[in-house]
């Protein structure tokens, strides 16, 4: 049996890197590709997590970054169909909710192969996110679902899909999360950062596309910055807006502007941190499993098991609403919370158990 693995943006790395680790490690000896497919391409938001993760150079890279979502989508769907055409994988893995994961289950579809999706059966219910259009449409094809928490198990069977194709096994990130905690202890790592502090990142394109809202956002993070130094890792995105929009001098000095950060900069910096302020989906999960708090600046979670389970709270993204959940947690109102479920640092190797009997 082979595959193919595709990847395409930052938060993907994280996920497939414990599979191919697992996938190297195998004595079954599994066929198996790398398609990474340009959709981030700055050395920061791409080289660098291949290069820390230790995974190697993909075998296949596509250069389909940039432009409008659906040139995106169908860059990555022209592309993966020719590496598809070429290895004739029989299942495709792809990973996440990003642009990348849609476009390669629809090229894999179109030729034939199987398609795995790995977080599959999370909702939002907005509409207006990219990504819940691209869970919902990769869910929609795909023919294996690998499941990170129980309500995206009842999701899809919501949907019509057959039990028997969706697997309950974890959360893969925090395989990832896990293993380089470790290393990053072992290694006494430092960040730059000490005392108190809090870590913003910010980059959907509802918080930071529109001019009001995200000057909204940076007041509101100038206020907290008054208590303790905010460390922001800005996102290229985010970083052209603050540009295009004259915002910098919103921010005082104790909101400390840095570039992204590569995945160990990153670690080392948010596991040690008092709170965690972000859009993000990923961080809300990791600061679950760290037990690190965590106000998501958004109206809704794909991720309940963080809120429920975890220690995420939604804030939304009003100044109001922010600052309101801020003063709770200055007077020592502070969510606590558990590790979900299977969160365990073994996904990857439970996802292989059942790609290993392949698909009937
Ligand atoms: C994408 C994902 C989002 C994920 C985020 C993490 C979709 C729909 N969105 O959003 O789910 O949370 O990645 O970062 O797939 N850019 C660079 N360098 C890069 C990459 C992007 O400068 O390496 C700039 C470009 O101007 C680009 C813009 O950022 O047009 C947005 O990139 P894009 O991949 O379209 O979306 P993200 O906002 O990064």
């Given at each position: ?251 005082g000095e104790n909101v400390k502007l840095l570039p992204p950060l590569s995945y160990m900069d990153f670690l080392s910096l948010w596991k ?89």
């Open positions: 049996m082979k595959l193919l693995l595709v990847a395409g943006a930052r938060p993907n790395f994280m996920k497939i890197a414990p599979l191919i680790h697992e996938l190297r490690r195998d004595p079954r000896g599994f066929d198996f590709k790398v398609a990474h497919t340009g959709q981030h391409y700055d050395y920061q938001m791409s080289q660098v997590f291949f290069d820390e993760l230790e995974l190697g150079e993909p075998d296949y890279f596509l250069g389909a970054g940039g432009g409008t979502r659906d040139e995106q989508l169908s860059n990555i769907e022209i592309a993966i169909g020719k590496i598809c055409a070429l290895e004739m994988p029989d299942i495709v893995v792809v990973v996440g909710d990003v642009n990348s994961t849609l476009g390669a289950a629809r090229a894999a579809k179109q030729c034939g192969a199987k398609v795995a999706h790995v977080e599959a059966g999370l909702r939002s219910w907005d509409w207006t996110m990219p990504e819940e259009m691209n869970r919902i449409e990769t869910d929609r094809i795909s023919d294996l679902f690998f499941v990170t928490e129980r309500d995206a198990v009842e999701n899809l069977k919501k949907e019509g899909v057959d039990e028997a194709k969706i697997f309950f096994v974890g959360n893969i990130m925090i395989d990832t999360l896990q293993f380089w905690l470790r290393k990053v202890s072992q290694a006494g790592r430092k960040n730059a950062a000490s005392g108190r502090y809090a870590v913003l990142t910010l980059h959907r394109p509802s918080n930071v596309d529109n001019r009001a809202k995200l000057r909204e956002l940076l007041e509101t993070i100038q206020e907290i910055a008054r208590d303790m130094p905010v460390y922001f890792p800005v996102h290229p995105r985010t970083k052209k807006n603050i540009e295009e929009f004259g915002f910098d001098s919103l921010l040690d941190a008092a709170l965690v302020l972000t859009d993000s989906g990923g961080i809300q999960e990791e600061t679950t499993a760290l037990g690190i708090p965590c106000f998501t600046i958004r109206d809704n979670t794909e991720r309940p098991i963080t809120i429920t389970e975890g220690t995420n709270v939604l804030v939304g993204t009003t100044k109001e609403g922010i600052l309101g959940a801020y003063t709770m947690f200055k007077e020592g109102n502070i969510k606590t919370g558990r590790v979900p479920e299977l969160w365990d640092g073994k996904t990857a190797a439970r996802i292989l158990e059942v790609l290993a009997r392949g698909i009937k």
